[in-house]
């Protein structure tokens, strides 16, 4: 196994145990693409390919553990989902400085000094977005950014003004 397939396994290993640990562990049945859970602080798992935008916007989802990748990003916002930025390689270093020291909408997930993220992280950090003051600040903030993206994106919001502009452009 290469040295990155190895990093990534020991990281999922620790994710599961951090939100296990959390109280957020996930149940796995054979088979199902969704399984909801009824009852407060449950959630759901998705064992196949699932729209990450529809997972997202499920109303159980309290938090998002991210990569940093821009379409994550994206769906997040478009969910009004604060994140846990947990980068992994290229341009995600620089969306996760934005994302936690500029845009104020996630936490930092901090690596020890060996270079690997622990379960006590994970479980720390998924408790934090999720249930403190500080996640339901970020919450607040997430949602507000949530409520302009969608204004920008409506018939007459300035994305889709700016993308009209854009295509007549290309008339001429």
């Given at each position: 196994?290469?040295?990155t397939?190895?990093?990534?396994?020991?990281?999922?290993?620790?994710?599961?145990?951090?939100?296990e640990?959390?109280?957020?562990a996930?149940q796995?049945?054979g088979?199902?693409a969704?399984v909801?859970?009824n009852?407060?602080g449950?959630?759901?798992?998705?064992?196949q390919?699932?729209?990450?935008?529809?997972?997202?916007?499920?109303?159980?989802?309290?938090?998002?553990?991210?990569?940093?990748?821009?379409n994550?990003?994206?769906?997040?916002?478009?969910?009004?989902?604060?994140?846990?930025?947990?980068?992994l390689?290229?341009e995600?270093?620089?969306?996760k400085?934005?994302?936690?020291?500029?845009?104020?909408?996630?936490?930092p997930?901090?690596e020890?000094q060996?270079?690997?993220v622990?379960?006590?992280?994970v479980e720390?950090?998924?408790?934090?977005?999720?249930?403190?003051?500080?996640?339901?600040?970020?919450r607040?903030?997430?949602?507000?950014?949530?409520?302009?993206?969608?204004?920008?994106m409506?018939?007459?919001?300035?994305?889709?003004?700016a993308?009209?502009?854009?295509f007549e452009?290309?008339k001429t």
């Amino acid at each position: 196994m290469a040295e990155t397939e190895r990093q990534i396994q020991r990281d999922k290993i620790q994710l599961a145990g951090g939100v296990e640990a959390a109280g957020f562990a996930d149940q796995q049945v054979g088979g199902q693409a969704w399984v909801s859970w009824n009852g407060p602080g449950e959630g759901l798992v998705v064992k196949q390919w699932a729209s990450q935008l529809a997972v997202l916007s499920h109303d159980s989802v309290g938090g998002f553990v991210s990569h940093c990748g821009w379409n994550s990003i994206l769906e997040a916002i478009s969910a009004g989902i604060p994140m846990v930025a947990w980068l992994l390689y290229a341009e995600q270093k620089f969306n996760k400085t934005m994302l936690v020291e500029e845009l104020k909408m996630a936490l930092p997930m901090n690596e020890s000094q060996a270079g690997y993220v622990s379960a006590e992280e994970v479980e720390k950090r998924v408790r934090e977005i999720v249930d403190s003051d500080e996640g339901n600040k970020i919450r607040e903030w997430v949602l507000a950014k949530r409520d302009e993206a969608l204004a920008a994106m409506s018939d007459d919001g300035s994305s889709r003004v700016a993308l009209d502009k854009f295509f007549e452009s290309w008339k001429t």
